[in-house]
């Protein structure tokens, strides 16, 4: 233990003083070459670890993955598409695509319309009622899925008929006479999966909240008088109104979910571990690599993800670019 | 990661106070300009159920963390609001046997506590100064290849870091450091840099200009108008993203079950994943070992909430 601390201690002194060394050196370095050279390469004496480590860990792994997906499990060979033949037929990562797709559909959604409704509400509280009311909403974003998911047993946990019911759902059944139903064993209606989008949900509306809640809040006050006076009730001034001028903050939100639903892991992976028809591409991907081994599969999981992820990066940098514009 | 983080340019969240008034209206939609604080009792006790809705499942596991073996399974955690004076139903023991290594079922998060931090304090602190670095020189300086980059960076931001992740397994593997702390740390320190240099960047934009011009009339060179200056002034956005990259690193399971596993280098999430299949001995302390997870992100959630509220809103709100 107190080798490890000591490891830490190093890596933080060393890493900081490694990484202000660097940046001393390549400034000296750039420096003595003069002022005509200076001027150009000393922008890359900045940027340039970065710019390294970016390629390193994100760009040049990236490649390696969409060409390890036309190889076989172990990349040794290369198979052509045949991983994504293989993929694309079965039927069961299809079911796993319709499973993402149905998170994709709810999870951002409710996260906004739930986000938004607390932030319409409690905009209404004296200030102490609304930093109490959203400190509560928001709580649950700095706990991480496992966590989330551990917490959530309160709610979802099943004993078999007999046992005493501690999970908070099934009591409740208990006390109209029905069984105890192990809850994520029920697909009828993807009901398990929707349980689990659930506990997404729970962590991610605070968020949604806070965004919304301060657009709402910087949207101009005449706009509102004016309508009101044109005598527009309140829901008519909330969705003409109000809703149009947050419509950026709606987006923001509703693709920063959005990018992480699609990649969703964690919570799957800690309560069914993909089964009852539950599974996601995320712990498919990592059931692929790290359980079977198979590093064509998982590459060509990925690739696929990054294929569906492709539209909302575009729109991403528009926006980005739609705003230096602005600028 | 859209817009997370911007310079606080004019107009920003901060707009708090008076002018909120006309709009706090009673929930009918009828009544008039009210002050704040106008909410009718539908309203408070909706936002009053939504709260109670949102923290019971948290409350409900720090009920049962405290709970003997046999109260946790003979009861729900709810029972305890009937009796809650019964000291026979509470104990300690359960976060005694979690920390301590001695207890074959304990999972030994005390150690698993120490490797999280020793996962998660080098891995939010060193992308700080690489990054800052990166977003001067994007910021201040022109350069071919400048803006081509920096839009690369901004779609990064989207991608999923599980493209990373089969070649690094097999880099770490080739390079012999799968399960060391070093390979998690230079791992997020690769993951978290586009949005870091994107926060910086952000907010250096917005710095006022004429400082850095006079700076420049001045003499000073680049290096040190970025540690006497820029720096300095940076410091919120800086404190922003740490915060952002300490939640996400200390929250993290995938990158710590790939490169750290479950040896004794494991790191809180997934030692309290192994946890989960518990069904006999060792179930019971579920609950403290959850607690124990949570409780470093929560505290450090609570306590510089406004400083993580304000970084993620002030950008956004231009919508």
New interface residues.
Partial sequence: ?VI??A??VL??LG??SG??LL??IL?KLV?SLGHRWED?I???A??G???L??G???????V??VQ?SFANAT?TTYVGLANYKDLLTSSDFLGVLLNNLLWILIVPAGTIVLGLG?AV???????R?ER??K?????????????A???????YEYQPEG??????LN?VQGLFHAGPTFWYSIETLHLNSLLLMVILI?TQAG?SM??LS??I??TP?ET??AARIDGA???RIFFRIIVPQ????I???F??VL?GV??V??IV???TNGAFNTDVI?RR??NE??TNGN?GY??TI?VL??LA?TP??IV??R???A?EAG? | MTDIMDPPRAGGSRTKPSRRSLRAKSADGRGGGMVTGAATWPVRIVLTFACVVWLMPIAGLLINSFRTRDSQFNSGWWSVFGNPLDATQWTLNNYDRVLSSADANGANMGEAFINSLVVTVPATVIPILIAAFAAYAFTFMTWRGRNVIFVVIVGLLVVPNQVALVPLLKLYGQLGINQTFLAVWLTHLGFGMPLAVYIFRGYMSGLPGEIIESAKIDGASHFTTFWRLIVPMSVPALASFAIFQFLWVWNDLLVALLFLGRGENTVLTVALQGLQGQTGQGRELIPAAGFVTIIVPVLVFLSLQRFFIRGMTTGAVKG
């Fill in positions: 233990m490890k601390l490891s830490a890596a933080i890493g900081i990484a202000m940046f001393w400034n420096e150009r000393k922008p890359w900045f940027a670890p970065a710019i480590a970016i390193v860990y994100l760009i040049y792994p990236a390696v993955t390890l990349s607390v509400l409690a905009d209404r509280l004296r200030p009622g109490v009311t400190t509560a909403i928001f709580l649950p974003m700095a706990i991480s899925m496992v966590g998911a551990t917490i959530w047993r309160t709610i046992e005493t019911q501690t999970g908070l009591a729970w968020y806070v965004l301060s657009a809040k910087a006050e509102i008088e009730n309140e829901r947050i419509k950026g903050t987006i923001t939100v693709i920063t990018i699609m990649k892991f964690d992976y800690v309560t995320g991907f990592y690599l790290f590093a998982a590459a990925v993800l990054m992820i909302v990066l991403q940098v926006h980005f670019k705003e600028r």
